[in-house]
């Protein structure tokens, strides 16, 4: 089972600002879609928050240490074993061979030294924010495929895979 994650994120590894993207890229949301739709999910609560509701056509797996979060969309887990047991449920349920990790920077940190792929929506701007991604050590990670740069909203993109060496 591969163990990926999903992340837009600024030059200097900016990833929010007040549980919130600091961006709207329209291509970004498709390029997310397209990499989640029909896998399981994990998220933090502060993601799920922010998102505020539960993403159609996936296994929402909330990852958080409160049992106050009721809703019928998601599946709560209280740490990291339980949320990877579900997912690999999930996503053996669903015919998928991929569990994507969505956020945030808790949730990243916590999965970093497990996953194998990072699929990156590099933003071409430096900003000041109050959640990171962790640094990308390229000694252990290199480019597998990359989009051309784009623009929207006047800030420069692109689309980067990373693969893990072995």
Known sequence: MKLSMIVAMSANNVIGVANQLPWHLPKDLKHFKKHTI?????MGRNTFDSIGRALPERDNIVLSRTQQLSHDQIFLANNKSDALRMAEDFAKSRG???IMIVGGEQIYRMFFDDVSRIYVTLVDLI???DAFFPVIDYKIW???DHSERMTANELEY???TLEKLS
């Open 38 to 42: 029909n896998k399981p999910i994990i």
């Open 96 to 98: 998928s061979e991929e």
């Open 127 to 129: 900003i000041d924010g």
């Open 142 to 144: 290199t480019s597998v």
């Open 158 to 160: 692109k689309f980067v």
